[in-house]
C-alpha cells in the first residue's frame, strides 16, 4: 500500500479536543497574548517580592544597627543630674506632739456641815477669787453645839479657879499646921490630914485645868466646822460644775458626802505629752515650748516644760513630761485639744537629705554621691526618718555632692554630669 504524505500543514495547527459533538475546536485568536501577559505578572510579582523581602532584611539590620548603637550611646553616655552639698547641721530640732489642756488644779467641793443651802452665789463659768463664798450652809444644829461647847468651856475656866482658890486655902492651912505640930500645940495626925488635903486640891487644879484644855479643843473643833457653812474658793479659778441649789439638804458624812461646787484653776494650764525616746536626751525641765490649738490659727501660746516622770514607759519608751502654759489672758480653756512644739537639743550633729537621694535595696539604705564625675554609692545610718527629710548619723560628710533622684542604673563608677545650679 502507499502511503499518504502528511500534510505539512498538520503540524502548526493547534488541533483541540473535540467537542461534545465529537468535532474538533480550533484554536481561539489572541490565546498566545494572554499567556505571554500572565508570564509577565507573573515575573513582576516575582521581582515585587523580592523587593519587599530585600527591604524587610535590609530594615531589619538598620533597625539592629540603630539599636546597638543606642545601646553603646546609653552605655557609654554620662546622664546629666542634680545634686547637693552635704551640710552638718546641729542646732536644735522641733518636734510636735499633741496633748490635752487640763486645768493646773481642780478641786471638788464637799460639804463639812450638815444643814440647807441658804444662799448661792456662784454658778457654772462664775470667776473666781481665792477666798469668795461660793455658798452657805444653814446648820442650826452645829451653832447650838459651838453654844454649847463654849457654855462648858466657861464652867471648866470657873472650876479651875475654884479649885485654885482651894489649892491656896489648903496650902495656907498646911502651913499652919505643921507649925502648930512643931509647937505641940496640934497632933502629928492633924497634920498628915492637912497635908493630905492640901495635896488633893492641888490636884483637883491640874484636872480642872485638863477639862478646859479638852474643851477648848472641841469649842475649837466646832468653830472650824462653823467656817465650813460658808464654802469658800480654794485659788483663784471658775466654776465648772453646780451641784447643789438653795434649799438642798447637804451632809457631812466622811464617806458619803454631798459634793457641792467644782473649781479649777485655769491661769496656768498644764499638757501632758509622751517623748519618744529619741527626744528625751534633749529635753530639761525649764526648757521653752509653744502651743498651737487649731480653732485658734495664727495664735501661738508660750510655756515651759515644767517637769517629767524621770522614767520611760516600758510598753511605748516614752517619757511623760507637763508643758505650762500660760493663760492668764483666758484665751484657753482646760479640754482643748492641743499640739505642743518643742526644741530637742541635739546630742551629735548630723546631714540632712532629702527623701528622695535615698536608694533602699538588698544593701540597705544608700545614698549616691559624685566623686570626680563618677558614681559613689555610700551606705548610711539613719539617726531619724521625718518622712520629707532624713537624718544621717553616718556614711556622709560635710562638703559631699548627693544626687538628688540617683538614676535607677546608678552604680559605683559610672559616669555623670552634674547639672549646673
Known amino acids: ?17 473535540p467537542d461534545e459533538r465529537g468535532e474538533p475546536q480550533n484554536p481561539k485568536p489572541g490565546d498566545g497574548e494572554r499567556r505571554s501577559a500572565a508570564r509577565l505578572t507573573g515575573f513582576a510579582a516575582l521581582a515585587v517580592l523580592a523587593g519587599l523581602v530585600s527591604f524587610g ?13 543606642e545601646v553603646e550611646a546609653r552605655e557609654n553616655a554620662a546622664p ?21 489642756m487640763a486645768a493646773f488644779d481642780a478641786a471638788t467641793l464637799f460639804a463639812r456641815a450638815t444643814g440647807y443651802i441658804s444662799v448661792r452665789n456662784a454658778d457654772i463659768g462664775t470667776k473666781l477669787k481665792k477666798g469668795d463664798v461660793l455658798a452657805v450652809i444653814a446648820a442650826p444644829d452645829l451653832d447650838q453645839q459651838l453654844a454649847q461647847a463654849k457654855g462648858q468651856l466657861v464652867q471648866f475656866q470657873a472650876a479651875v479657879q475654884q479649885a485654885e482658890a482651894d489649892a491656896d486655902l489648903g496650902r495656907v492651912t498646911d502651913q499652919r499646921t505643921s507649925r502648930l505640930v512643931a509647937q505641940g ?32 479643843a472641841a469649842v475649837n473643833r466646832l468653830q472650824q466646822l462653823t467656817e465650813f457653812e460658808q464654802i469658800k474658793a480654794p485659788y483663784d479659778g471658775v466654776v465648772t460644775s453646780r451641784l447643789v441649789d438653795v434649799g438642798d439638804l447637804v451632809t457631812a458624812d466622811a464617806s458619803s458626802g454631798t459634793p457641792l461646787f467644782a473649781v479649777a484653776r485655769t491661769d496656768v494650764l498644764r499638757v501632758q505629752v509622751f517623748v519618744p525616746q529619741a527626744f528625751t536626751f534633749g ?9 498651737t490649738v487649731s480653732e485658734l490659727p495664727g495664735q501661738v501660746f508660750h510655756g515651759k516644760v515644767a517637769r517629767n516622770a524621770s522614767a520611760l514607759a516600758a510598753g511605748t ?24 512644739h518643742l526644741q530637742s537639743r541635739r546630742i551629735n550633729p548630723v546631714i540632712i537629705v532629702p527623701s528622695q537621694a535615698v536608694v533602699f535595696g538588698q544593701d540597705g539604705l544608700r545614698v549616691a554621691v559624685v566623686s570626680d564625675g563618677k558614681v559613689e554609692m555610700r551606705k548610711i545610718v539613719l539617726e531619724l526618718d521625718n518622712g520629707a527629710t532624713v537624718e544621717v548619723k553616718s556614711g556622709l560628710k560635710p562638703g559631699d555632692q548627693i544626687i538628688l533622684s540617683p538614676p535607677a542604673n546608678a552604680v559605683d563608677g559610672m559616669k555623670v554630669t552634674v547639672a549646673s545650679a
Open 1 to 17: 500500500m502507499n502511503s499518504i504524505p502528511p500534510d505539512p500543514s498538520f503540524r502548526t495547527q493547534n488541533l483541540r479536543a
Open 185 to 216: 500645940w496640934s497632933s502629928a495626925q492633924q497634920g498628915d490630914t492637912d497635908r493630905l488635903t492640901f495635896a488633893s486640891r492641888v490636884a483637883a487644879v491640874a484636872v480642872a485645868k485638863a477639862n478646859v484644855v479638852a474643851q477648848q
Open 283 to 291: 529635753l530639761k525641765d525649764g526648757d521653752p515650748a509653744t502651743a
Open 80 to 100: 546629666t543630674v542634680r545634686t547637693m552639698l552635704a551640710k552638718e547641721e546641729s542646732s536644735p530640732r522641733t518636734i510636735e506632739l499633741t496633748g490635752n
Open 57 to 69: 532584611m535590609w530594615t531589619h539590620t538598620s533597625r539592629n544597627a540603630e539599636a546597638e548603637a
Open 317 to 340: 519608751r516614752t517619757l511623760l513630761m507637763e508643758v505650762d502654759i500660760d493663760n492668764r489672758e483666758g484665751k484657753l480653756a482646760a479640754g482643748l485639744y492641743s499640739v505642743i
